[in-house]
């Protein structure tokens, strides 16, 4: 049976819990632990900055074994970014390691007055001083930390600058470059003055159904090598495929969400970017590999540096009307290093470009920055002033919200933020679901919780007929049309949930959709020998717990219906040119579909909805704030 | 007689492997107990240790190509880091996925440095040489390590210039590469990449042309 580590940074002290049973039983593992801990540790309207927010490290049950692409960890935490539910997902090996420990998941709890290091080693688990390690970049914290132990297996999730100042975009970094980036749940740590929880676990994972979870796993392996649909992101990562891919179909965010072509895209696309490319890596247990080193020609040496992922170059290249790929580059390695999350820095970047173009800040006011769209210099320049808080950094480092309102002056208009949360970068105009998932996902805008990926093109007809029957073709391929988006989005977003909670990654389940709910049941069965898990159904009741319990947190925190909406520009502003003239999204249709579907009425569970789901004390807490 | 032997354990491989350079102590004991007819030794050990643990892994005929004993070898680029191999030969020797008392581990090194360390299965093996009680021994061109005989000294840890035999953290015997048995090696079975190879030391550096 699983255990739990409990850390108290106030107290200094830690204990180890067995894992609840019915835990393990009802939400199994990951996400589903985090949401089921947090909603029942937090009170209501807490300061995500102060002692009483917890941050939980889970991770999920077949964590740790070779499954295929299995090497996934969840963080939580109330989000000082959205002052609602907070959750980021993260690759590398640190959740594998902490398994290895022999811990599935890790609540810190408390705030601690001197900065502090954590230490597990296996059953030895120490709070050490770190004032040698405060101040340093994440690459530097664990080096530092691996040479003081004299042990280069050493796991280690450390913040960065950013992380200890507070900004609120802050993310966790782990492996250099693997982070847990949405949400700010970097800047929880550093309110907590924790700069880096060390892991080193000598222990083993077992399963319990060995023989079928060994099949199993190789039919994965064999699977994911044959999907041909894998093959770009194996030589080329995520960005340069899906630039090109966005590019043709028109959904490219380009000058703050403005339009959704960008002329010179091509600059990023797979021809453009080959010739860099030096290594691919894999996170733990992953056949697909899609982290890249570059390469890039420069001085005697060259630099070699993480390629970035496709959110970054978009945010920092056509989102700020950028062209320049090395200017991107540079930004996503100081945003690993400061420990940033680079979505976020580009939409605020991309915000004070718009505001400046419109008169709203001069020159004067940007440090002496020319904040012209496509200035490359400057938006390296604004990564260091975001993260030590510098100049106009420091207004930028609240977040695009908090910035605008800030700010005033109408730049509140430019603000692409949903729930407080800058926007992903997708585009609802030119994917009509992706406007229904990033409305209704529960850390603000975000792609990775349901995102529907039949009705990116007319490719995935044959899977959409499986999956939602042969009557909702073609609509339902159809990108820019809002018929059955609730269905598909409801649908994806309970999968996901069960991903996230095994701890698996979004590529090869979502995109190409390789493996489904049906792959997640039999995995789950087999590694628990809980044989309920087994049941499709069984896994759809469980998802449906942990949405509603994430539904139920953010309405403790008073944010319901009135959340799930969109930027102004999306939902009114005609796209200009493109493949994607002329959309906008009908937001208030689709939405309609998924409350029905999800069985909200007014955005909010009824009671029968979580008693349904054997959510009842969920429901008693929301009846007694009065919020159903 | 049976009890005699089994907590001194004498190695079956001392009498399997004939090029041992140094006899270790140990084996005046065995000489003093069963006497200079090694028949009766060799009858003795089918006899009173049918678990005896290298019955099950001498490797097999399977593992050889052409006349040469297969080992497990790195085409030299292409490995990600993924440490799949790593966890999955802890599974085949633990029953148990993880890292920590792996055969094979994971060279990383910022930031492009993923190589992949697993015995070579050296000619000349100086953690056979080295071992003070003589646990370590060459059976059919592979260096195996007998559990029972192993003190958890690490002086082999030391003599291995790559690395690639370590003290298993719980067990406190050393662990290294057996090329799962006979049986298809799981790290080979599990590399993503497919980079590493069940290989002879002279076709090694051929997969290598491209």
């Known amino acids: 049976m699983g255990q739990i580590l409990r850390v108290d940074l106030s107290r200094k002290k830690h204990h180890v819990e067995p894992l609840p049973k019915d835990l393990a039983r009802n939400y199994l593992g990951g996400l589903g632990f985090a949401a089921r801990i947090l909603f029942d540790e937090l009170k209501p309207k807490i300061d995500p900055l102060g002692p009483e927010n917890e941050l939980v490290v889970a991770t999920g049950p077949i964590t740790g074994t070779v499954w295929p692409t299995s090497g996934r960890f969840a963080v939580a935490a109330k989000s000082p970014l959205t002052d609602v539910w907070g959750e980021a997902h993260c690759g590398g090996f640190f959740g594998p390691m902490l398994k290895f420990a022999g811990y599935d998941a890790l609540i810190i709890q408390g705030r601690s007055e001197n900065p502090v290091y954590l230490w597990i080693d296996d059953a030895s688990v120490e709070i050490r001083r770190a004032k040698d390690l405060w101040g340093r970049n994440t690459a530097e914290t664990i080096n530092m930390i691996r040479d003081a132990r004299g042990d280069p297996q050493i796991e280690v999730l450390s913040i960065g600058k950013a992380g200890e100042n507070l900004v609120r975009f802050a993310c966790i970094v782990n492996n250099y470059y693997d982070a847990a980036g949405r949400a700010g749940l970097g800047a929880v740590m550093g309110a907590k003055n924790l700069k880096a929880i060390a892991v080193r676990g000598t222990h083993g994972v077992k399963v319990s159904n060995e023989e079928e979870f060994l099949k199993l796993a190789a039919e994965g392996y064999d699977r994911v090598f044959k999907e041909e649909r894998l093959d770009g992101l194996k030589y080329y990562g995520t960005s340069p495929p899906l630039i090109d891919m966005k590019r043709l179909v028109g959904d490219l965010p380009t000058k703050n969400h403005r339009t959704l072509t960008f002329k010179e895209a091509e600059k990023f696309g797979c021809k453009a970017v080959e010739r860099y490319f030096v290594k691919s890596r894999a996170c733990f247990a992953c056949p697909i590999r899609c982290k890249k080193i570059h390469k890039i020609p420069s001085g005697k040496e060259g630099l070699i540096m993480k390629a970035p992922e496709y959110e970054s170059t978009c945010a920092f290249g056509p989102n700020c009307g950028s062209n320049d790929y090395r200017a991107i580059l540079e930004a996503n390695t100081l945003c690993d290093l400061f420990g940033m999350d680079t979505m976020s820095a580009g939409t605020v970047v991309a915000w004070l470009m718009e505001c400046y173009e419109k008169g709203i800040v001069t020159k004067k006011n940007c440090d002496g920055l020319e904040m012209n769209w496509g200035n490359s210099g400057a938006i390296v320049a604004l990564m260091g002033k975001i993260a030590n808080r510098e100049g106009i950094g420091d207004l930028l480092a609240e977040g695009v919200y908090r910035a605008a309102q800030k700010l005033g002056r109408g730049s509140m208009k430019y603000a692409m933020h949903v729930k407080k949360m800058e926007m992903d970068l997708n585009d609802g105009r030119g994917h009509r679901s992706l406007g229904l998932t990033q409305a209704t996902s529960p850390r603000g805008s975000c792609h990775m919780r349901s995102l529907v990926v039949v009705d990116q093109g007319f490719a995935f007809q044959k899977v959409a007929a499986e999956r939602y029957g042969k009557d909702k073709l073609p609509e339902i391929c159809d990108p820019y049309s809002e018929k059955h988006k609730g269905l598909a989005v409801k649908d994806c977003e309970d999968v996901y949930a069960i991903r996230d909670s095994l701890a698996m990654c979004w590529y090869a389940c979502g995109w190409p959709p390789t493996f489904w709910i049906n792959d997640f049941a039999a995995a789950a069965a087999a590694a628990t020998g809980i044989k309920e898990f087994g049941n499709v159904k069984e896994m759809y009741l469980i998802a449906g717990r942990i949405c509603n319990l994430r539904r139920a947190f953010n309405l403790r925190e008073g944010v319901g219906a009135n959340g799930d909406t969109l930027p102004e520009r999306i939902l009114k502003e005609p796209i200009p040119d493109g493949p994607s003239k002329g959309q906008v999204v009908n937001l208030k249709a689709m939405l309609r579909d998924y409350y029905e579907l999800r069985k909200w009425p007014n955005g909010a569970p009824s009671r029968k909805t979580l008693v349904d789901l054997g959510l009842k004390d969920v429901a008693e807490e929301l009846k007694r704030l009065g919020r159903i | ?210």
């Open chain 2, 1 to 210: 007689m049976c009890e005699l032997f089994d907590p001194i354990g004498p190695s079956p491989l001392q009498d399997l492997a004939p090029s041992s350079p140094t006899r270790p102590p140990h084996t005046l004991h065995l000489v003093l107990v069963v006497g200079n007819d090694t028949t009766n030794y060799k009858n003795f050990i089918a006899t009173a240790l049918p678990r005896n643990p290298f019955s099950c892994m001498r490797p097999s005929l399977r593992l050889k190509i052409g006349a040469e004993m297969a080992k497990i070898t790195y085409t030299g680029e292409g490995c990600t880091g993924c440490m799949a191999c790593v966890a999955a030969c802890m599974y085949a020797h633990d029953k148990e996925f993880g890292v920590g008392a792996s055969r094979i581990w994971i060279v990383k090194k910022e930031p492009i440095t993923d190589h992949p360390i697993v015995c070579v299965q050296c000619g000349k093996p100086p953690c056979r040489d080295v071992c003070p009680v003589g646990a370590i021994s060459k059976v059919d061109d592979l260096v195996l390590v007998d559990e029972k005989l192993c003190i958890g000294c690490g002086a082999c840890v030391e003599a291995c210039p790559f690395g690639a035999i370590t003290i298993h953290p719980k067990k406190h015997v050393a662990i290294k590469c057996d090329l799962c048995g006979g049986k298809e090696p799981q790290c080979v079975k599990f590399c993503p990449p497919k980079v590493l190879k069940l290989q002879t030391p002279t076709l090694a550096p051929k997969a290598k042309v491209k």
